[in-house]
């Protein structure tokens, strides 16, 4: 009994001071290994790659590479630089000269893109560098991670043609699975099974910024779904889902969107977009689309688009001056309204610089006050048709009515009207034709020669239905005025 004790105590002691060394020794040192990792590398990504720190086997808690300062090169220019990235793998395949990779671990990533100015990018690689004997190209590669893991990443991204910059800082991602299989040149996004979250601290595009990004993105039987958030997005908030089908030919697109609380006046000076719109707006989108090219993408597009605001100012521009100079020129010109409720805060951004024919008078000292406005479209085959479209001074109530063809920049029977208090034009501009040059035509139910603002305000109040006729019932109510 003694001597069984004796071995049992010997026993546990031997393993003890074996787990103790496989502990110390789980991180087995393998820096001959470099060149020829190196050498593999370069093969498979088509880029110069080097390991400038050390690198090791790990064996527990499972086999993997540990790689220190690993570094991606193109034409002596730093694209890629890893400070820590560590690559789990099948140990029953470890010494096959095909691994499985199951899991993929990165700290610290770096990611430099830049755009020359002859069109070319830091990436492209030149002919007489090319590989002559790509790696595997157009062969059927399976691909099952099990986990991947990025931390504190970095994208930079320079373009010297434009002089635009992006930054994205604090780049966190979480991936509990990404399977594939296929040939990688010519992916098939039918197979691609995925599920994971990107959380981006910060975002800066030139001098515009964005805090705390989140994504969760899945990507199952032909369809990826992501969704995003933003709790700080220009004093507003913001929450979206874009789904894309691969199931149909071409892709079928889906963007829902909602904003509340949008700082117009801190969006446009952190973007630097022309416009002289201030105050806080709303925003609801629901568009689907087929295709990801701009043309076909705005041919096929469908939805809702919903824009509700309130307190807001327009430099610039004022209907009374408009309204009085309606005397002389017997020209409504109320363009710039029409640029407001079509692009609504983002300007130029989706409108490619289109002003719809509105110079803003920026040293002219006239604003109006906006106490309401609503921007309600409804979008078919790149065709929107205004369903609700007004705002509410404390003096007026403007509408639009008509269709915006998306495609090609036109207005159709657009007409801006100022109403009175059963819905009725007073004044309005019907508008057809391109938005930088439309044929314009304005009409009025009083006589412009005898138009002041007394004889004008009289028109309002004493307005009956016995000779109106509506063209609008919408949800703004008339000002308290009327």
């Not at 595009?205 to 964005?210: A, F, S, Y």
């Not at 889906?254 to 806080?280: C, K, M, P, V």
């Not at 409804?378 to 929107?384: D, K, P, S, Y």
Request: glycine share 8%.
């Amino acid at each position: 009994m003694k001597k069984l004790k004796k071995i049992l105590i010997w026993f546990v002691v031997i393993l003890g001071i074996l787990i103790i060394g496989l502990y110390v020794t789980a991180s087995v040192t393998v820096s001959h290994f470099k060149p020829r990792l190196e050498n593999i590398l370069t093969d498979e990504l088509g880029y110069q790659t080097r390991i400038n720190g050390s690198l090791a086997l790990k064996l527990l808690p499972g086999v993997s590479f540990v790689i220190n300062d690993l570094r991606i090169i193109n034409n002596e220019t730093y694209l890629v630089r890893i400070e820590k990235a560590e690559i789990a793998v099948d140990y029953r395949q470890l010494f096959n000269s095909d691994i499985d990779i199951t899991g993929l671990s990165l700290v610290k990533p770096q990611v430099f893109i830049e755009h020359n100015t002859d069109g070319s990018f830091n990436y492209d690689i030149p002919e007489h560098a090319k590989n002559p004997h790509p790696a595997k190209k157009g062969q059927s590669h399976q691909i099952d991670i099990r986990h991947i893991s990025i931390k504190n990443g970095r994208l930079i991204y320079f373009d010297n043609e434009l002089g635009d910059t992006l930054i994205a800082k604090g780049i966190d991602v979480v991936s509990d699975e990404i399977n594939f299989s296929g040939i990688l040149d010519r992916m098939n996004m039918k197979k691609l099974r995925f599920t994971g979250s990107i959380h981006l601290g910060s975002l800066r595009i030139n001098e515009m910024r964005l805090d705390s990004i989140q994504w969760k993105i899945e990507a199952r039987s032909g369809k990826i779904s992501v969704q995003s958030r933003s709790p700080r997005f220009f004093e507003g908030k913001y929450n979206g889902v874009t789904t894309i089908d691969f199931n149909t030919k071409p892709a079928l697109v889906n963007i829902q969107s909602h904003i509340t609380g949008l700082d117009i006046g801190e969006f446009r000076e952190a973007a630097h977009l022309t416009g002289l719109f201030y105050g806080s707006l709303n925003y609801d989108m629901n568009l689907t689309f087929r295709s990801f090219n701009w043309k076909q993408a705005m041919s096929t597009l469908d939805g809702d688009l919903i824009i509700t605001g309130q307190k807001m100012l327009l430099q610039g521009i004022s209907l009374n001056s408009i309204i009085l100079n309606y005397k002389d020129s017997k020209a409504f010109d109320v363009a710039g309204f029409a640029a407001l409720f079509i692009t609504g805060p983002f300007g130029t951004v989706f409108t490619k610089d289109i002003r719809f024919g509105y110079q803003p008078e920026n040293n002219s000292g006239v604003s109006e006050d906006i106490s309401r406005i609503v921007s309600n479209w409804t979008i078919h085959n790149g065709v929107a048709r205004a369903r609700d479209v007004a705002l509410v001074t404390d003096r007026y109530r403007l509408t639009m009515t008509g269709q915006i063809n998306l495609i090609g920049g036109n207005y159709n029977d657009v007409k801006i009207a100022l109403i009175n208090k059963f819905g009725c034009p007073v004044i309005s501009l019907q508008m057809n034709g391109p938005f930088l040059s439309p044929e314009k035509e304005s009409s009025s139910s009083i006589s412009p020669s005898n138009i002041s603002m007394v004889e004008f305000w009289k028109d309002l109040a004493n307005s009956t239905r016995k000779y109106c006729k509506p063209v609008y019932s919408g949800s703004l109510k008339p000002p308290v005025a009327h």
